[in-house]
C-alpha cells in the first residue's frame, strides 16, 4: 500500500494546495481592489509583531510552491495589501489570514499579537514548522473564526493537547488539524492529542461545521453520537484517530456528505446500512483497516458521484458480483482487500463500453475463482491492479501486459500457471510493483538473448515467491532503483555479490530457498533495511556482528530455521527500532545479549530451539511494547524472578517450556504478567503492520502451527494471535503451590503447568478464567479435589490433570463432563463418571463461588474443536507453545517414571 499511500498524499497534497491558492487569489483580488478603509494601525503593529517571531526556512514547508509571504509585510504599506491578508472592504479589519506554506519556522508565542486580532474569520498556517510548540489555548480568543486551518504535510509541528477554547469556537464552518504521516511506521510520530470531552464541546458549540478533518490526531475514544447533529457537514475526516467502539450509523443520514474517511482505527466497530444509498452526494468513502463487518448494501451501488470506495482490512462478508462495483460510472479508486468476501465476475454481462474511469483495482484476498476477468483490459487507465491471494486460475492472460499505465501488478498467492517471459514485462515501462509466484505454477523465462529488452528499469518491489528460480534473475541486478525483493520459496543456493551494492533496498526476504555457507558480512552495507528473512535455509557459521546495529531503519530480523553457531551479537544501539527478532531454531548458544533491553519497540522474540544457557531475562521486562517471548528447549535454569520494576507491560505470549526453571513461582512474579488481566478481550486486539515505501509485511499474515490432538497443523496467524493469552511453564523443574493469585489473570485461553514439581491443590481461582481453552496440570504431585468451580469454564477444550496425586470425585456437571478418562488417569484416588474407577457413595464437594466476579465478556476464537497446543510459526515468526499434551498416553506413563 506504500504507493496507494502516496497516490493518497499526491492527491491530499493537490487538494490543500489548490485550496489555499484558490484562498490566494481571493486575496489578491481584494487586495488590489479599493477599500473605503486603511489597515488599521494596532492590527498592522500585531502582524508586524507575529512576523517577527519566526525565521524563513527552506525545509518548513513541503509544498513545492513555498514561498515567504511574509516578506511583502513592510510597516510603510497598508496592511491590507500584504500578501495573504484580507480585510474588511467597510471596516479595514483583518478579517482573513493566509499563511500556507510561508516557509515559518520557529516556536508559536500562546499570547502571540495574532490573536489580538478578534474580527478574524478565517486562519490558515498550514504546511509551517512550528518547532513542536504547544497548541495556543488564546485560539479561543477569536470567536468570529469560520475558518481554522493547522494541518500539516508529515508529521505536526504542534504538540500536546488541542486546547479546549477551540470548542468556544462556535462559528466554525471548517477545522483542519490533520497530518498526513506517509510512513505509519516510523516509530516516533509526534501527534497531537484531542480529549473526548473538549470534541463533545467542540460538536455541541459548532452546529454549522461543514468540514472536520483531525486525521492523525489521536482522540483514543469511542466517536460521539452527536456528530449526527452536524447536519451540514460535507467533510468528515478521522483517519488514524485510535477511535474504538461503535461507529454511529446515524452518520450515514448526514445528506450533504461528500467525503467520510475513518482509515486506520482498528478498533472501530460498524456495518454499512441501506440508508448509505441516500448520500447521493458522496464522493470519497475510505473505511480502510478498521472492524467493520456485514454485507456490503446494494444501495451502495447507486452512488452515481463516487469515485474513491475502498473498504479493505475489514471483515465484510457475503457473495458479490464483482460487476456491480461497474455501476458506479465515477469509480476511480476501488479496493476490497482483506474482508471476507466472496468476488465473482460475470463476464459476459459486462457493458465494456462504459466502464468506470479505474486507476486502481485492489482485489486481494477476495475468494475469487475462475479466470481472470476480461473486461479489464479494457480498463485503460488502470495503474494498479492487485489480484493476489486468491483462486484465480488458468495462464495469465496476455492483455494484461498491454495496460502500458500500470505501475502495479500484483498475481502472488493463486492457482495461474504458465511462463513469463521478459521481453512481455518490459512492455509494463511504468511499472513500479510486480508480484508473481507464491503459490501459482510459473517459470521465469529471461530469455538467450537479453541485451534489446528494455525492461523497465524503475522497478521498485518485485515478488518472486515460487517462481521456481533456481538463482536470482540476472536482470534484478539492473534495477537502480529497487527497494523491496521477496524470493522466498525457491530453489536458490547462493545470494549474488552484486545484491550487497543494492543499498536502496528495504525489504530482503529469501526464506526456504536452499541457500548455504555463512551470511555474508557484506549484507551490513543494506543500512536501509526494514525487513530481513533469510528463514529456512541451510546457512552455517556465526550471525555477523554487524547485524545488530548495521541499519537503523532495520524492523524485522528473522534468520531462523537454519544452522548457525555461536553467541547473539552483543551490539544493539539506542534507537534501534527492531519489532520482531527470531533466532530460533538454529545451534545459537551463550547468554541473552543484555543490549536488547536498547529495542524499545521489539514486539516478538523468539529464541526457541537453540542452546542458550542463562538464567531468565527478566530485564526484557523493560520493554515497553514486548508481546510475544519464547525461550522454548533450550537451557534457561534458576527461578523465575521478576523485580518490581521489570513488569512486563504488554506481554500476551510467555513460553518457558522445555528448560530447566527450578524452585518456587511466586505471586509476584505472576503481578508481572497482569497485562493478561482484561476488562475487554478487545483491548487484546493488535496490527502490526511493517511498511516499507512500496510493500508492508504483516506479521500476522505469517502462519504458526497448532496441534489438533497431537497432530501439528498450520494455521494463519490473523484468525487467533489477535485474541491469543498464553504461559507456557511446562517441563521445567518448578515447585511448589501454584500461586492462587494466578486466576486473576482473566485473559489467559492457554495454560500449561504440565512435567513440573507443583505439590499442594489445584487453585478454585482457575474458576475465573473465564476465556481459557487449555489447561494442563498433568505430571505434577497436585492433590486434593478437583475444584467445583472450574465447571463453570464454558470454552474449556482440553484438559488434562493426569498423573498427579488427585482424590475424590471428578465434578459431573458442566464442561468436565466432557472429557475422558485419559484427562484424569494416573490419580488413584481419583473417581468420576468418566473414569474406569466410579465413586461409591463419595460425598461430593460443596460448591464455592470464587472471589470476585467472573469475566463476562468471553468468547472462543478457535474454529476447530480441540485446537490445544500453540507450537510456534512455521518460518519461526512467533515461538511455540509446547502443551505437553501431543504425547500419547503411553508417553505420559513413559515420562511419570522418569521424572
Known sequence: MGFFCSLTFSIQFLLLFSSSLFTNCLTLNDSTSTHHHECHQHESNALLSFKQSFFISKSASYNPFSYPKTLTWIPTTDCCSWDGIECDELTGHVISIDLSSSLLYGSMDPNSTLFSLVHLQSLDLSDNDFNHSQSPARIGDLSQLRHLNLSQFGETTLSGEVPTQISRLSNLLSLDLRSYIERLDFPFINRLHLKESTLRSLIQNSTRLEQLRLNFVTISSSLSHTLTNLTSLQILSFRQCELHGEFPIGIFSLANLTSLNFAGNQNLQGTLPASIGNLTNLAHLDLEDNSFDGEIPRSLFGLENLAYLVLSHNCFEGRLALDMFLKLKMLNVLDLSNNKLSLFSQNRDVNVTNLPPIQWLGLSRCNLNGEIPTWIMNLTALSHLDLSHNDLQGEIPYFLFKLENLTGLKLYSNMLEGQIELDMLSKLQKLTILGLGGGNKLSFLEGKNTSNVTFPSQIQTLIFGSCNLVHFPNFIQHLQELTDLFISDNSIKTIPSWLWNKTTLESLEVSNNLLMGEISPSICNLQSLVDLDLSSNNLVGMIPSCLGSFSQSLQLLNVSGNKLTGNIPQIYVKGDVLQLIDFSSNKLYGQLPRAL???????????????????????????????????????????????????????????????????????????????????????????????????????????????????????????????????????????????????????????????????????????????????????????????????????????????????????????????????????????????????????????????????????????????????????????????????????????????
Not at 504483516?698 to 497432530?711: C, E, L
Open 597 to 899: 533491553v536498547n529495542c524499545r519497540m521489539l514486539e516478538f522474540l523468539d529464541v526457541r530451539h537453540n542452546h542458550f544457557n542463562d538464567s531468565f531475562p527478566f530485564w526484557l521486562g523493560s520493554l515497553p511494547k514486548l508481546k510475544v517471548l519464547s525461550l522454548r528447549d533450550n537451557e534457561f535454569h534458576g527461578a523465575i524472578m521478576c523485580p518490581l520494576k521489570y513488569t512486563f507491560p504488554h506481554l500476551r505470549i510467555i513460553d518457558l517450556s522445555q528448560n530447566g526453571f527450578s524452585r518456587k513461582l511466586t505471586s509476584e512474579i505472576i503481578m508481572c504478567f497482569k497485562s493478561m488481566i482484561i476488562s475487554n478481550k478487545r483491548q487484546l486486539d493488535f496490527k502490526d503492520v511493517i511498511h516499507s515505501d512500496n510493500a508492508e509485511i504483516d506479521i500476522d499474515w505469517h502462519p504458526f502451527s497448532m496441534s489438533n490432538k497431537g497432530v501439528v497443523m498450520d494455521y494463519p496467524g490473523s484468525q487467533y494471535l489477535h485474541h491469543m493469552v498464553a504461559i507456557d511453564l511446562s517441563c521445567n523443574k518448578i515447585s511448589g503451590e501454584i500461586p492462587d493469585i494466578m486466576g486473576s489473570l482473566n485473559g489467559l485461553v492457554v495454560l500449561n503447568l504440565s512435567n513440573n514439581m507443583f505439590t499442594g491443590s489445584i487453585p478454585s481461582s482457575f474458576g475465573k478464567l473465564s476465556n481459557l481453552e487449555v489447561l494442563d496440570l498433568s505430571l505434577n504431585n497436585l492433590s486434593g479435589n478437583i475444584p467445583q468451580q472450574l465447571t463453570g469454564l464454558t470454552f474449556l477444550d482440553f484438559f488434562n490433570v493426569s498423573f498427579n496425586n488427585l482424590s475424590g470425585p471428578v465434578p459431573e456437571n458442566g464442561q468436565l463432563s466432557t472429557f475422558d478418562n485419559n484427562s484424569f488417569e494416573g490419580n488413584k484416588d481419583l473417581c468420576g463418571i468418566q473414569l474406569l474407577k466410579k465413586c461409591e457413595d463419595h460425598p461430593k464437594p460443596p460448591l464455592q463461588k470464587p472471589d470476585g466476579d467472573q469475566d463476562s465478556e468471553s468468547g472462543s476464537f478457535f474454529e476447530f474443536c480441540w485446537m490445544v497446543i500453540l507450537i510456534g510459526y512455521v518460518g519461526g515468526l512467533v515461538a511455540g507453545l509446547a502443551l505437553g499434551n501431543a504425547f500419547s498416553v503411553d508417553v505420559y506413563r513413559l515420562l511419570k517414571k522418569i521424572f
